[in-house]
């Protein structure tokens, strides 16, 4: 989808008259040649002042402009973001740029942040308002194509688990090496009525070295309908899930879920989620019943990162002892991007699990998970993730520590 030629260029051309403020005489012959449309001539001329002058914002801003003006997106979002770092008070006029940089680039992820840290912290009506608008046109052009994600990870998991309030631990031996796989496909939209209606679907599996009992294997299915509500989305989707264990069919159920994302300077987010499970796989007897899930969440987009929390409260009317636990979930995390290409996340999640049909037990978890992830390109990342998790039960060998390390390659396919 075309944005709009005023979002695109509406604030560049003011921009660089503003910036050129701050320059030198001898920068007089790059805004020439940038006006007269020589766009290589201009970045020739930025790029020395840049040289002689490193921590001039104004100059990274117009060979910024310079470079989105010549189609090279990729590095006029860089200079955007390096000239926001400089010029800290037209950090979100910076920040605006970077996010139309990434629209070119169809990476929506990244513009869906930059535009959304422009509309926070916009000083003026008009700049918040060019940021809503192509965060929305953001949002069409990403739903006007159907969209692939593959990922491939491998790693390694040690686990000790602790045996009774003696301090005594065993380990499970030799460390296991863990490999993942998820492909998740999304269809472009289909209007129906005041919706916009998307295939949906993901095959996930892991597989370890040297536990082949734990081979697990989820396939997904169904359909997806959005709306908008003012500036308001409801998000309504069910699916038909096959969990396989060990090669074998271990459960199916479907999922129900509807989530309503409110806008603001935090974005909020409520959600419920309902999942019925069937009886009758090979090897899950006792596991027909529903789990009920509420969510809630909120992201606050911040200089020069974001913070998200998420509460979860899951209620499991299911008639397997083992599989009934009522939980609560707090998740906080916060993420930052370095530069334009690598983005650091740092994430705590604590988990109090309750299981009626036992009253003894109660498990509480504790997970710390870093996770870095570098763009090679618009739509490849690699990825490193180490997490490490702390499970105390009151039960004796329900309580274990776990570390985990993945290195994974992620791809993104849109038409």
């Known amino acids: 989808m075309r944005i709009p030629h005023f979002v695109l260029f509406g604030l560049l051309l003011w921009s660089t008259a503003c910036f050129a403020k701050a320059s030198e005489v001898s920068r007089d012959a790059g805004n020439r040649a940038f006006e007269a449309g020589d766009y290589a001539l201009a ?47 037209s950090a979100p006029l910076c920040w605006y740029n970077a996010g139309l940089s990434s629209i070119r680039l169809d990476d929506h992820i990244a513009a869906n942040r930059w535009l959304s840290m422009a509309w926070r912290e916009a000083p003026h009506h ?17 739903a006007a194509r159907s969209n692939l994600v593959a990922q491939l990870s491998t790693g390694w998991t040690d686990q ?44 996930f599996g892991t597989w370890y070295q040297h536990t082949a009992d734990s081979e697990l294997s989820l396939f997904s299915g169904g359909i997806a309908l959005d709306r908008s509500l003012g500036r308001s989305r409801l998000q309504v989707e069910t699916q038909q899930n096959y969990l396989y264990l060990g090669g074998d069919r271990y459960q199916t159920y479907q999922t129900y879920s509807a989530m309503a994302l409110l806008p603001g300077t935090m974005h ?55 599989d009934s636990p009522e939980r609560n979930e707090t998740r906080l995390s916060y993420s930052r991007p370095i530069g334009s290409d690598l983005t650091v996340q740092l994430a ?66 849109s038409w």
Do not use: C, M
């Open 160 to 203: 000790v688990v602790l045996l009774g309030d003696a301090a005594e631990f065993e380990t499970t031996g030799e460390s296991d090496q863990v490999r993942e796989a998820l492909l998740y496909y999304r269809s472009a939209a289909r209007p129906i009525g005041d919706f916009e209606l998307h295939w949906v679907g993901s095959a």
């Open 43 to 89: 970045a020739q001329i930025f790029r020395e002042l840049k040289a002689q002058h490193p921590n001039d914002g104004a100059i990274s801003y117009s060979l910024a402009s310079t470079l989105y003006r010549s189609g090279q997106y990729a590095a006029a979002r860089s200079e955007f973001l390096r000239a926001a770092r400089l010029v800290p008070e």
């Open 348 to 413: 705590w999640t604590w988990r109090s699990s309750r299981y009626p049909d036992d009253s003894r037990r109660r498990d509480i978890l504790s997970r710390w998970e870093l996770q870095a992830a570098y763009a090679l390109s618009a739509a490849t990342d690699l990825r490193l993730a180490a997490r490490y998790t702390d499970n105390r039960s009151s039960v004796d060998e329900s309580s274990f520590e776990q570390a985990q390390t993945l290195l994974g390659l992620s791809r993104r396919f």
């Open 268 to 322: 909020v987010r409520l959600g419920y989620v309902l999942e019925q499970f069937q009886e009758g796989a090979p090897v899950s007897e006792g596991t027909d019943g529903r789990q009920q899930t509420w969510t809630l969440g909120s992201r606050l987009a911040s200089v020069p990162g974001s913070y998200d929390f998420s509460y979860r409260y899951q209620r499991n009317d299911r008639t397997s002892d083992t």
């Open 126 to 142: 008009g700049l918040k308002k060019l940021a809503e608008t192509a965060l929305r046109h953001s949002y069409q052009s990403r």
